[in-house]
């Protein structure tokens, strides 16, 4: 590792180093506030939604007189309500319209799930009671569940006014791909879906939301990790500036994606808390988490064109996105879509490149970005199509590879949608994780064969890149920008005592963020660890920004700190240089003590130059300097940056029963600089594992009438402890060129290269019976069938 | 700390059962309908909140306490069956504030991303291992698969109690 040798200023090296978590303690002794830990404020009401039980219907009336009777409801509101209290949601969609979203159903219900009436009453207990009820008068609609359903001629529109069911498309081709595919020796197709995905964050969505009548100000205690997209969202709704709307985001226990959504209930319950004065709280049960909000139900049509030595000459993708019912985000219906669009050539070489994306509407829950976004099934597509190419070309499945992936001599190289790869070092990951798992003798020696337990062997491997650290220019050119920037920001403050205390536009949903970014700060600022304290969760107290989402804080918030924490130190440099009367660029600030270069007994604490700084009766602060220790910078990252990684599995597949077992995991992986190696490799392999759960287990099914099958986590399995093989991880550090630190995200790539690890592994495994698998889960009935074994009485699978 | 202060409605109604019960080895008495899960009761009567709930229907593990020495999910049981029982819960891990062994190692390894599964998954391992002192890496899996986890992918969990349970097979505390 060669962290501490290239990092500028860090000069107690904190960055780099496992420093332990300072997260741990409170949260290992259940001292943690997640948003149901917090106490409760006086006068508080619970509320619970009514919800669809219709997929598609017109809503014809609403009892709720019996309901209003329990002991403890305190009122229940309708769709009509809440219209009157909020505006509702508005996503552009195609010609120039727009896709409303109502907080609650007004008089149509589009899946199930739906909102349609609000009880407040004392406790949780109550609320159920009298939702039990309610009782809903709903005519029946046509109801379209699948894309296919969704995209015919005569299908059932939605919306009346929107074409085709379509919410967002876009086009793109370089010049001359329609030329390059005519002319190429070899055009391998198919076409690559997911399964629908819950996100499955052990704890749920809530909110608490208080209004204060006085001041006219919203106080919303929520789960989202993007304060200040929520503030926005709600202050729109609510017709409230936005500096009366105080987000704060308490512990958040995981979101993988979907808790960067400001949900319909969200607003209802802050318009309850206005119209009632009095405090509102919500907490989502799992039911309801396995229901109102999926991800990942993609149908990537994907073409590759080779020469007849294997070098890719052009590749198209003619993604599409089943968004469910309503559009999530007010910016865009399609960030996964526009997402498949910008991720598909990932670390290969790709001259000629089109797409056509769109984002399709159905009568099933909303689907949100979801840890990876569109990158897992773009790479399963690539890498599908290279061996396919490789084995109809005769060349090794590696070699192909070799040949197309970007290289060190090729840099800087600028791909087809006009990102830049600043580092390569995709040829050191693929032949570090060759040699590590011994590749070429498993090949040799056991992919394909039934062992001496009669299961079928088989590895797979795949090379990926990852878009991350994305700023606000990669959004201007997808035509994205918006009021959700791409940049974040610091304000940090060495309070007159001496001690730091760093607020960022970053909310943690368990990445660690009070440990890295003091990491990051208490290097620049010369402070020790233990004196930088991160707040991260307040929008009355942190800058405006982003937030944490798509692979972003270490670049976005880190390069914040960054700024932020030099410019302090500059300043605390000038201080210290005029009390040691010596020139500010002698000192050199590290353990809390400022000092000359070479006389390390000259010195002062930076206790001293904090009191200088702020005591300024009882100091002497140099000529002109300012009163106080403080700075507030923004760090918008001036494009995208590639991390990169090559993964490869090895799985068992038993062919009696189907089953698939992970054996053995190996990556290799660069994300740039690295600023906590422990919390970088707790990334990879959670990533890893969730991605695990995709590929063999988890499925958000619906029956064809639009009702949810998976309704509990015992029909929604997602991988246990016996599920997860050892995995071998190796870094490879490469500090990216552009971004300031050097650091690349690190949070999703594992959820991206494990989807054709896995795949290719077991369809290696079965190569006696040359299965073409473009889909997943592959469930034990699914391989069943791979194996040739038809069973009708099978419904489990797809 | 006096539970009888902590019922937020001292006001009984006829329906409230006084459910008498030692946790973490204090003797409480807290107030509740025969219907409230054990779960609730210790999260918002006896204000215990480190226990979470992420199911609410007995799959995910995160409400696991000890009742009795063993352990149980909390979303499971109604609070009036431990009536007289002895809970343990995560809060009662730590001891005079230090972290436990267990705790320790947890941390050491790396173990809790977002920290919600983590109470669970420590009773879970604290029985585990007052059970079985030196476990197997399948044992810890096996006895673990109960507790779900989305973050982390598991593997530092295990090392942490293998980790556990080979200190204190040293004497190391």
């Given at each position: 590792m060669n962290a501490e040798s290239t990092?500028?200023?860090?000069?107690?090296?904190?960055?780099?180093k496992p420093v332990p978590?300072?997260?741990d303690e409170r949260l290992l002794k259940g001292l943690g506030q997640y948003i149901d830990d917090i106490p409760e404020p006086s006068g508080l009401l619970y509320v619970g939604f009514l919800r669809s039980s219709h997929a598609h219907a017109v809503i014809r009336s609403i009892q709720t007189d019996a309901a209003r009777q329990v002991k403890g409801v305190h009122a229940i509101f309708t769709g009509a309500d809440i219209a009157a209290w909020t505006t509702p949601m508005e996503t552009p969609v195609p010609g120039g319209k727009q896709l409303l979203r109502y907080n609650?159903?007004?008089?149509?219900?589009?899946?199930?799930?739906?909102?349609v009436a609000a009880v407040l009453a004392d406790s949780p207990y109550e609320v159920e009671d009298a939702l039990e009820l309610i009782e809903v008068d709903y005519d029946s609609l046509p109801t379209v569940v699948s894309m296919e359903e969704a995209m015919q001629s005569e299908a059932p529109l939605l919306?009346?006014?929107i074409e085709g069911n379509i919410a967002f498309e876009a086009r793109f081709a370089v010049p001359g791909t329609d030329e390059a595919f005519a002319g190429a020796a070899h055009v391998f197709a198919d076409t690559f879906s997911s399964t629908r995905l819950s996100g499955v964050a052990m704890e749920m969505p809530g909110f608490i939301a208080s209004f204060?009548?006085?001041?006219?100000t919203l106080s919303l205690w929520s789960t989202s990790h993007l304060p200040h997209k929520e503030r926005w969202e709600i202050a729109l709704a609510l017709g409230?500036?936005?500096?009366?709307v105080r987000i704060m985001s308490p512990d958040?226990?995981?979101?993988?994606?979907?808790?960067t959504v400001t949900r319909p209930e969200v607003v209802v319950g802050a318009a309850l808390a206005m119209q009632l004065g009095r405090p509102i709280k919500w907490q989502q049960d799992r039911q309801e988490d396995l229901v109102l909000m999926h991800a990942r139900d993609f149908q990537f049509r994907i073409e590759l064109a080779v020469d007849d030595q294997g070098v890719i000459v052009a590749v198209r993708n003619t993604p599409l996105v089943n968004?469910?019912?309503?559009?999530?985000w007010v910016t865009t219906a399609g960030l996964d879509a526009a997402g498949a669009g910008h991720h598909m050539m990932g670390p290969y070489k790709v001259p000629y490149y089109a797409y056509h994306a769109r984002a399709i509407l159905t009568n099933t829950a909303p689907t949100a970005s979801y840890r990876g976004v569109a990158a897992p099934i773009c790479t399963f597509g690539m890498e599908s199509l290279l061996e396919r190419a490789a084995a109809k070309l005769g060349l090794d499945e590696v070699e192909i590879r070799r040949r197309n992936l970007i290289r060190k001599?090729?840099?800087?190289y600028t791909n087809a949608v006009d990102v830049?790869?600043?580092?390569?070092s995709h040829l050191e990951c693929l032949e570090r994780v060759l040699s590590r798992s011994s590749y070429f003798d498993f090949r040799k020696s056991k992919s394909g064969k039934p062992g001496a337990d009669g299961k079928f062997r088989g590895i797979g491997l795949a090379c990926m890149a990852d878009h991350t650290g994305q700023g606000t220019s990669i959004a201007r050119k997808r035509g994205?920008?918006?009021?959700?920037?791409?940049y974040d920001g610091a304000l940090i403050k060495i309070e007159p005592d001496g001690k730091a205390s760093v607020h960022i536009s970053l909310a943690s949903q368990g990445q660690g963020h009070a440990t890295v970014f003091a990491q990051v700060a208490a290097d620049r600022l010369g402070l020790?660890?233990?004196d930088v304290t991160v707040h991260a969760s307040d929008t009355a107290s942190v800058p405006f920004g982003t937030g944490a989402?798509?692979?972003?804080g270490a670049v976005a918030g880190g390069g914040a700190v960054i700024k932020a924490s030099t410019r302090i130190a500059e300043k605390m440099k000038r201080i210290a240089g005029h009390i040691l009367e010596a020139?500010?660029?002698d000192i050199i600030l590290k353990e809390g003590r400022a000092f000359v270069n070479g006389v390390p007994d000259l010195a002062v604490t930076i206790e001293k130059i904090a009191e200088t700084a702020y005591m300024i009766g009882m100091g002497t602060l140099p000529e002109g300097e300012t009163i106080g220790l403080d700075a507030m910078e923004f760090y918008d990252p001036p494009s995208s940056t590639y991390a990169m990684a090559a993964h490869i599995a090895e799985v068992s597949v038993d062919?009696?029963?189907g089953l698939v077992t992970v054996e053995r995991y190996y990556v290799a992986h660069d994300?740039?600089?690295?600023?906590n190696p422990q919390i970088v490799d707790g990334q990879i392999v959670g990533a890893i594992v969730q991605g695990i759960g995709a590929v063999l287990m988890e499925a958000a099914r619906y029956s064809e009438?639009?009702?949810?099958?998976?309704?509990?986590l015992l029909d929604y399995t997602i991988p246990t402890m016996l599920d997860v093989p050892e995995i071998v991880l190796d870094h490879i550090e490469t500090p990216s060129t552009i971004t300031l630190g050097g650091m690349k995200g690190a949070g999703e790539s594992g959820a991206v290269g494990v989807v054709p690890a896995i795949i290719l592994a077991v369809k290696d495994a079965l190569s006696a019976f040359g299965p073409s698998i473009?889909?997943?889960?592959?469930t034990p009935s699914n391989v069943m069938r791979l194996l040739g074994v038809h069973d009708d009485a099978v419904n489990g699978g797809t | 700390m006096n539970a009888e202060t902590m019922t937020?409605?001292?006001?009984?109604?006829?329906?409230q059962v006084s459910i008498t019960l030692t946790v973490n080895g204090q003797e409480m008495v807290a107030h509740a309908e025969p219907r409230m899960l054990l779960a609730d009761f210790i999260r918002h009567?006896?204000?215990?909140?480190?226990?979470?709930?992420?199911?609410?229907?007995?799959?995910?593990?995160?409400c696991t306490v000890l009742v009795d020495g063993s352990p149980a999910r909390s979303c499971l049981?109604?609070?009036?069956?431990?009536?007289g029982a002895q809970i343990s819960t995560?809060?009662?891990?730590?001891c005079d504030g230090k972290l436990s062994p267990l705790q320790e190692e947890f941390r050491n390894h790396h173990?809790?991303?977002?920290?919600?599964c983590t109470p669970g998954m420590l009773m879970s391992a604290r029985a585990l291992l007052a059970d079985s002192p030196n476990p197997t890496e399948h044992e810890i899996r096996k006895a673990l698969a109960g507790n779900l986890c989305r973050?982390?992918?598991y593997n530092n969990i295990v090392k942490a109690v293998s980790a556990t349970a080979c200190r204190q097979g040293k004497g190391i505390q």
């Open positions: 990092m500028q200023d860090s000069a107690n090296g904190y960055v780099g978590r300072r997260e609650m159903a007004v008089d149509r219900v589009r899946y199930v799930g739906e909102p919306y009346d006014h204060d009548k006085g001041h006219q409230l500036p936005e500096r009366s958040v226990g995981g979101s993988f994606g979907l808790k968004i469910g019912a309503y559009a999530l001599e090729d840099l800087p830049t790869h600043d580092t390569a994205q920008a918006s009021r959700w920037p791409g020790r660890f233990e989402g798509a692979s972003r020139d500010a660029k062919p009696g029963t994300c740039g600089r690295v600023l009438d639009g009702q949810p099958v998976a309704t509990t473009t889909t997943m889960p592959l | 937020d409605d001292p006001q009984l109604t006829d329906e009567k006896l204000r215990l909140t480190g226990t979470h709930v992420g199911c609410a229907h007995g799959a995910c593990g995160a049981m109604f609070a009036v069956q431990v009536q995560v809060e009662g891990l730590a173990a809790l991303q977002c920290g919600f973050c982390t992918g």
